[in-house]
């Protein structure tokens, strides 16, 4: 129970890593705020970290907005009266296009929920997580490691991400705050099994084979799942992660090394 009676604020929440993560910092025995666009996905999940037993708090919200973040905010302390860790969980792809050609416009639009928004939600919740010597985690990408091309524009909000973390890191840890980042590789999650599906089809393989040829060129010869990712996260989110800030953790089955 690394976060026993911790309170966690995760945006993002999804059907994918941002639901992972609130459950396993439920099952840490966290209260958990969730914040996304889509309520729906919110009620679900909501009564999925009751259903484990600690509660739970559904705001809508889009974090590209200062009000909304506000209200985020207010809603937190209202509830629970502190808070503990942040986790920077929302995100929009950018487009899949080679740098050399992307409209400009299209990459600018995309740092909005990728950087600006996890700099905004840090710097709103920082005065609470003062309060608790708390963290912010923030969820970054294995395409930090690598070039390939049509990945220019992801690479650069994601290391824009990373450079922000560490700056809050340097900025934050005078008030007692760690800020640091983890890096998924693949996610056997819905997303990726439905274009292994979808790659399997187009090369008349099933996608078993495709998820074999691809996890074959990984050191655990295995994809990461969501609830391992996570587990990360709660790692950095818990006292047993007090003397760690300005990291970035891989979680990536050994896809890339530092």
Not at 30 to 55: H, S
Not at 90 to 105: C, N, Q, S, W
Request: hydrophobic content about 45%; some cysteine; glycine content about 8%.
């Amino acid at each position: 129970m690394l976060l026993q009676d911790k309170v966690v604020v995760v945006s993002g929440i999804g059907s994918g890593l941002g639901r992972a993560i609130a459950l396993q910092c439920a099952r840490a025995g966290a209260d958990v705020v969730l914040a996304a666009r889509t309520e729906a996905r919110l009620t679900e999940v909501a009564k999925e970290v009751t259903d484990l037993g600690r509660r739970a708090v559904a705001v809508p919200a889009d974090v590209t907005d200062e009000t909304a973040v506000g209200t985020l905010l207010s809603s937190t302390v209202d509830a629970f009266g502190r808070v503990d860790a942040l986790v920077n969980n929302a995100f929009a792809m950018p487009p899949i296009r080679e740098l050399a050609k992307v409209e400009l416009d299209e990459v600018r639009a995309s740092f909005e929920t990728n950087v600006y928004a996890a700099i905004r939600l840090t710097r709103v919740f920082a005065p609470e997580l003062e309060k608790s010597r708390g963290s912010a985690v923030m969820i970054n990408s294995a395409v930090l490691r690598h070039s390939q091309r049509g990945f220019g524009p992801y690479k650069m909000a994601k290391s824009s991400l990373l450079a922000a973390a560490q700056v809050l890191a340097t900025e934050l840890g005078p008030r007692g705050i760690r800020v640091n980042s983890v890096a998924p590789g693949y996610i056997w999650g819905d997303n990726l099994k439905f274009y292994f599906d979808y790659l399997a089809k187009k090369r008349g393989v099933t996608a078993e084979e495709i998820y074999q040829e691809t996890a074959g060129t990984v050191d655990l010869r295995k994809l990461p799942e969501p609830d391992e990712i996570a587990d990360a996260v709660v790692f950095l989110a818990s006292d047993l992660a007090r003397a760690i800030t300005g990291q970035c953790l891989d979680v990536n089955c050994g896809e890339y090394h530092l």
